[in-house]
Structure formats: structure tokens, C-alpha cells
């Protein structure tokens, strides 16, 4: 069984239409949605959720109004400024609360006390391409890393349990917690960029995230026609770095149509000029 992950420096470089389209076309796989902040795979995979389950997020400061004088300690140790006076009372942010605790250990009144949120959930689904895991990180909650790592953890044991020969990740943007959680223990990492100055600047920053896991790594140019000079640029920093560059893409407004019908592009057009790239991906990351 062989885990492949999708990702990309920055977010909007079709990451997760191409992760679709090679769902499409993989036979015997799992699909496991780790942009867990943004997660968005399900609008072309419209799961079917078999099983959901809460994920414990992060804690967060809760005041007990009976017990609360006002003192504002509270408020001034905040170096968050989750804490404000409200119609007179002291009053949390859920949103701007990170908590560390401080306040609970400060006030002179032991009125406050942190509450765990339970408002993120993960689910295992079943879709027409086969078992899916998925999740939603709850509004401002945190450790997204350790919700990827259920994910991936989930897809690991079904995958296992149905005799799968691929695991299809698609990574979240950007190169933080839940990234490293998607990328670590993976057998190849395929880089989804486009040419533009920001894309080649995340390029770089994802591919040696890539090469300090000592992940095999491939690049797409997604949209390369746009800019013929930085695409080229691209394939020059990819060829200088060990990256094998296994296709470019070019801008279409299919791939936009596909998305609107809620298919994949191979689904909407399987005899496009990019069905037939993506084909052509899929022979040359597959194990």
C-alpha cells in the first residue's frame, strides 16, 4: 500500500481538482482529505458519511460570572485581548481565546476554568471512487495537525483492512503543522504550483519541507500558459533541485466547468487535452 500526497505552496493552484481526477482514475484506493481548514474535496466527491465522529480541539477560558469581581487581571495579562468588559461583565472571545491558561491561574477568585470544544468533527464516507476520510476543523479552532494525523491514521486502517494498493491525500496549502502531518511518512509528494511569483515562491519553500522529510517529489504547472517565463523558471529551479517535473498543464475553462458539475475532470470530459495529461500523471506517480 502506497501513500501519495497532493499538495501546494499556497492555495488556489487547482490542487484539489487534480487530486480528484487522479481519484478518478486510481483503481483500489482510499482517499483521505487532509486540508482539513478549508476542506472542499467533498463538493466533487459528495461523500456519503458512514460514520462521524467529534475531534477535542483545543481549550478555551471560560469565566464564571458569580464568581467574577471585575478585577480585570484577567484582562490585562491577556496578551491576546481575548478578554474585554462587556455591559459590565468580563466576557471571553472564543475566537481570540489561544488557551494558554494564564488567566485561570491568575484570578485571585478561581472563576475561570477552561473548557475543551468539541465542535470539529472527522467522518469515514463512502464515494463512487471508493472509501473517502475526511474532516472539518471547527470555526477558529486549532490543532489542525493533530486532526490531519486522525485522518491519515483512519485512511491507513481501511486501506489496510480492504487490502488497498493507494492512499490518495489531498494535502492542505502552505508549508505549517498540517502539511508536515500530511507529508511526513508518505512515498511520494506530487507539487502543485502555478507561474506566477507567489507560486514559485511557495514552490521553494514547500520543495525543501519535501527534501528535509526526504520525500520523493514530482511538480505540475498548473495554468503554465500564463506566463511562459516564470513556467520556465520553474522548470529550471525544479531540474536544479531534484524535482521531476511531470507535466504542465494548460489553462482551460473545462477544468472549471467539471468543478461546477461537481465531477471530476475525467468524469466531465474524459477525452480533453488535460484528462489526457492527468492520464499521464497518474502513469508516472503510481508505484
Not at 490543532?143 to 488497498?164: C, D, M, T, W
Not at 502531518?181 to 507567489?198: K, M, N, R, W
Request: charged content about 25%; overall charge neutral; glycine content about 6%.
Amino acid at each position: 500500500m502506497k501513500q501519495i500526497t497532493v499538495i501546494s505552496g499556497k492555495g488556489g493552484t487547482g490542487k484539489t481538482s487534480i487530486t480528484s481526477a487522479l481519484a478518478t482514475i486510481a483503481k483500489n484506493s482510499v482517499i483521505a482529505d487532509c486540508d482539513v481548514d478549508a476542506a472542499d474535496m467533498f463538493l466533487i466527491m459528495k461523500p456519503h458519511n458512514i460514520k462521524t465522529e467529534k475531534f477535542p480541539g483545543g481549550k478555551v477560558a471560560v469565566i464564571d460570572d458569580k464568581k467574577c469581581t471585575n478585577c480585570g487581571i484577567c484582562k490585562d495579562l491577556c496578551n491576546f485581548d481575548a478578554i474585554s468588559l462587556v455591559h459590565n461583565k468580563m466576557t471571553v472571545s472564543d475566537f481570540a481565546c489561544e488557551g494558554c491558561e494564564l488567566c485561570m491561574h491568575a484570578c485571585p477568585e478561581h472563576a475561570i476554568s477552561m473548557q475543551q470544544s468539541d465542535d470539529s468533527r472527522w467522518f469515514i464516507a463512502n464515494t463512487r471512487f471508493g472509501p473517502m476520510i475526511h474532516a472539518r476543523l471547527g470555526i477558529a479552532e486549532d490543532l489542525s495537525g493533530k486532526l490531519v494525523a486522525i485522518v491519515r491514521e483512519q485512511a491507513k486502517k481501511i486501506a489496510e483492512k480492504q487490502n488497498k494498493d493507494y492512499i490518495l491525500i489531498d494535502g492542505p496549502p502552505g508549508i505549517g503543522c498540517p502539511v508536515i502531518a500530511s507529508l511526513t511518512g508518505t512515498d511520494i509528494a506530487v507539487i502543485v504550483t502555478e507561474p506566477t511569483q507567489s507560486g514559485l515562491h511557495d514552490l521553494k519553500r514547500i520543495a525543501k519541507l519535501t527534501q528535509h522529510f526526504k520525500v520523493k517529489s514530482y511538480a505540475i504547472i498548473n495554468k503554465f500558459d500564463i506566463n511562459n517565463n516564470v513556467s520556465h523558471i520553474i522548470e529550471n529551479y525544479c531540474n536544479d533541485n531534484n524535482i521531476d517535473m511531470i507535466a504542465k498543464i494548460p489553462f482551460d475553462k473545462t477544468f472549471v466547468d467539471a468543478m461546477i458539475s461537481q465531477q471530476s475532470i475525467i468524469e466531465y470530459n474524459p477525452d480533453s487535452e488535460i484528462s489526457k495529461i492527468i492520464y499521464s500523471i497518474w502513469e508516472k506517480i503510481k508505484l
